[in-house]
Every structure is written in structure tokens, then in C-alpha cells.
């Protein structure tokens, strides 16, 4: 148990994530000190439809080698390897979660990218980074433990160069009423900040971004979900896993999730933003 006096650091920490992972892997027949970005993705890739979410938003926002990408909220550091790794970027994730930063670093010393993608503790309203640091800033679903949205966003323009893109994969509000909780990104209300989407499209145009793609994802993020717990019922859910990181709630997170998507109590939404050129 994590003793921080953050709520939302206490919400994620865990204590003995790695070794957890590390004998998880092993549970699966993986030999830690030969592994692949291929075997992590189960658990370092923590928001809906996992890889799959993180290679389609990649192929939209325009990366290229050497390109400098921060990543925001980056978790286990799933999506910064995959960066690293397929993209040739090179990649720095921040995160409030302590933990979660020392076992980023250690899964990417793991697989042989730890030059590629580093990390370090951050608050993402509190950017340690100069003003137009990185061509691209990169999230997933962090925003929706973050009330202040205008603070969030304009922290991720700020650090990007003009003409640069704010890529993003996140969880917005829904029509359908308020969400069930527990939910992956917190047990009750207290730390679970949603905003509608269409009003986080007009702050980010109000705030002179220009959004280059923007499509609503929740009718497949159902899908998938569906199809997922699906395999939990029929087969039992496999040693490594995101249930990991989200304590003994784990599968009422995942039932409630499903539902408040099919709802439409929450909604999710894939992005890429460009901050204009001078
Ligand atoms: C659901 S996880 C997503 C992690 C990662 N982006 C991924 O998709 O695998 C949410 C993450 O956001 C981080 N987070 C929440 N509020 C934050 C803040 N104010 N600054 C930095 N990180 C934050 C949490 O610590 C957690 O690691």
C-alpha cells in the first residue's frame, strides 16, 4: 500500500508491482531476461483495448524516427516502449505514481529500450519541462482523475513545439447518466473527474489547437470488452493481466466498465491535435 498523501497515487500504487509481473511472467511460461514488448502488453497497457488502442493512435499521429515524444500518465510505460520500439521516437514518460515510474523504468531496462524510453515522477499539471520540449505530447486515460481539463491540456501544449500534435486516447462523460463505480481509474466518485467531450473539444479549439482527427470509440471499446471478459468466463483470467494493478475490486472494475460503455455513462474518444505553427 502506497503511503502518499495523493489520493489518486494511492488509488494506483499497488507495492510489489514488479515482482508480481516478474512472477506472473513466469507463471505464463516467460523467461524474464528474454522478454518481448509482445509479453508485457497484457499488463503495461493500462486503459481500454490495450495495444490495439496504442498502435492505432500512433499510425495517426504522425511519428517518425528521432521524433521526441512525452508521454502523460504513462502508467507501466507500455505505450512508451511500443513508441520506442516500432516508431524509433525517443520517449519520456512522467507519472504521479511513484511505483509505477521505478517499474516503467525497470520493465524497459528489461526488454533493452531503457535509452530509448525513460521515466520520471511528475505531476502532469506540473510539467518539469521547458516550453516546446517535444514534437509530440501523447495520453491515455489519465485526464479523467484531473478536474482542472484547461490545466491538463494547456500543460501538453505548452511543451510542445509549434506545429507539434497532442495525441490522446481518454474516457470523457457520457450521455447515459453517471458512471457505476468502482471503475479502473477509481473505487468511488471522489477521484473520478469525467468531462464531456464536446466541451474538451471546444477548450482545446478555444485554446487555438487544431484538431486533425477526432472519432468516438465506445460502441467498439464495448466490443472488445465484451469479448474480453468473455474469455475471463470461459477460460479464467490468465496470470498477467491488468487485474494486477487493480487490487481484489479488480472484477466488479471490469463488469462496471463494460456496462457504463454500453450505457454510455462513460465515452471514449481518440484524438490528435496540432498546435499551429507561429
Ligand atoms: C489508467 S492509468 C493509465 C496509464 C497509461 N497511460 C496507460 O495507458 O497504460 C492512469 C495513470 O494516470 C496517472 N495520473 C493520474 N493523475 C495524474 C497526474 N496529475 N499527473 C501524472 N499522472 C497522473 C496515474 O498515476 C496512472 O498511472
Not at 39 to 68: K, N, Q, W
Not at 134 to 159: C, S, Y
Not at 203 to 212: I, S, T, Y
Not at 227 to 250: D, I, N, Y
Request: hydrophobic share 40%; glycine share 8%.
Amino acid at each position: 500500500m502506497s503511503t502518499s498523501h495523493d489520493p489518486v497515487e494511492r488509488h494506483y500504487a499497488c507495492g510489489g508491482l514488479l515482482s508480481a509481473i516478474v512472477e506472473a511472467l513466469r507463471a505464463t511460461g516467460k523467461d524474464p531476461s528474454r522478454l518481448t514488448l509482445a509479453d508485457l502488453a497484457p499488463v503495461d497497457e493500462f486503459h481500454v483495448r490495450g495495444r490495439e488502442a496504442t498502435a492505432e493512435l500512433a499510425a495517426c499521429a504522425g511519428l517518425t524516427p528521432g521524433l521526441t515524444v512525452l508521454d502523460v500518465g504513462c502508467g507501466l510505460g507500455g505505450s512508451a516502449r511500443y513508441l520506442a520500439e516500432k516508431y524509433g521516437c525517443r520517449v519520456t514518460g512522467v507519472d504521479l505514481t511513484q511505483e509505477y515510474i521505478e517499474t516503467a523504468q525497470a520493465l524497459a531496462a528489461m526488454v533493452g529500450l531503457a535509452g530509448q524510453a525513460e521515466f520520471r515522477q511528475a505531476n502532469a499539471l506540473e510539467l518539469p519541462f521547458p516550453d516546446e520540449t517535444f514534437d509530440v505530447a501523447w495520453t491515455e486515460h489519465a485526464q479523467m482523475n484531473i478536474p482542472d481539463k484547461e490545466g491538463f491540456f494547456r500543460e501538453l501544449a505548452r511543451v510542445v513545439t509549434p506545429g507539434g500534435r497532442v495525441a490522446f486516447h481518454d474516457v470523457f462523460s457520457g450521455p447515459g447518466g453517471e458512471p457505476r463505480f468502482p471503475v479502473p481509474w477509481a473505487e468511488a466518485p471522489d477521484i473520478s473527474h469525467l468531462a464531456a467531450a464536446d466541451e474538451v473539444r471546444a477548450l482545446l479549439e478555444r485554446m487555438g489547437l487544431r484538431v486533425r482527427m477526432w472519432e468516438d470509440t465506445t460502441a467498439r471499446t464495448a466490443d472488445w470488452f465484451e469479448v474480453l471478459l468473455e474469455r475471463f468466463r470461459t477460460k479464467g483470467r490468465p496470470p498477467l493481466g491488468l487485474h494486477l494493478l487493480m487490487g481484489p475490486s479488480a472484477p466488479a472494475k471490469f463488469e462496471n466498465l463494460l456496462h457504463n460503455l454500453r450505457e454510455e455513462r462513460v465515452t471514449v474518444i481518440v484524438a490528435v491535435v496540432e498546435r499551429p505553427e507561429r
